[in-house]
């Protein structure tokens, strides 16, 4: 199973909506894909001490650790993940071990589309993650004034990317 994590806590996201567009390319592709979305969970601060006793971080814990692939859709704040997606990585801990891990980002300005590479290398050396070679990266002009994807082509590179990232999930799963 593949797990799509809309990490933003923003009311009209437009990384939500690009995370529902590739959770519906993964099912379209075959794949038992879940969505979690981390507005229903209430997270604590991770504190590095008790905060990973609470139940939502059991609950979504057990989720990343039953997923094969795990795809993060993220805004992009400051020329970095957002605080929520660190956060919840940083509670869910050794769950992500040998996970597969791609992204999908949302962001103001199109200057910031390498801005996933040091959440990208700290999965890759802290959990031994297998990093998604390919990223789905969208200005906000890539949108409309209600929040819909409007570029064709960032639409054909989620559908892309969720044919290719199921497929090597599943092959990556046979083998870890």
Same mark, same amino acid.
């Given at each position: @199973?593949? #797990?799509?994590? $809309? ?5 009209? $996201? ?7 567009? @590739? ?6 592709? /075959? ?6 979305? #981390?507005?229903?969970? $209430?997270?604590?601060?991770?504190? *590095? ?19 094969? *692939? ?11 993940? &957002? ?7 940083? #509670? ?15 962001? *103001? *300005? ?8 040091? #959440?990208? &290398? ?11 070679? !390919? ?11 209600? /929040? ?15 044919? !290719? ?12």
């Amino acid at each position: @199973m593949e #797990l799509v994590i $809309s990490c933003s806590l923003h009311p009209q $996201s437009r990384s939500r909506t690009m995370a529902r567009l @590739m959770h519906r390319g993964l099912v379209d592709h /075959g794949s038992e894909a879940a969505f979690v979305d #981390l507005r229903e969970f $209430s997270l604590p601060f991770c504190d *590095g001490d008790r905060a990973g006793d609470e139940d939502s971080v059991a609950r979504l814990t057990d989720l990343v650790a039953s997923a094969s *692939g795990i795809i993060l859709a993220t805004p992009i704040y400051n020329f970095d993940v &957002n605080a929520a997606a660190k956060n919840m990585i940083e #509670l869910t801990g050794s769950a992500w071990t040998e996970k597969l891990v791609g992204f999908i980002c949302a962001s *103001g *300005g199109a200057r910031s589309y390498m801005s996933v590479l040091g #959440l990208a &290398n700290s999965l890759l050396l802290d959990f031994h993650c297998h990093v998604f070679p !390919r990223f789905v990266f969208a200005p906000s002009d890539s949108f409309d004034d209600d /929040g819909r994807l409007t570029d064709s082509n960032v639409q054909e590179r989620i559908e892309h990317f969720a044919d !290719r990232f199921h497929r090597l999930a599943e092959m990556l799963a046979r083998f870890v």
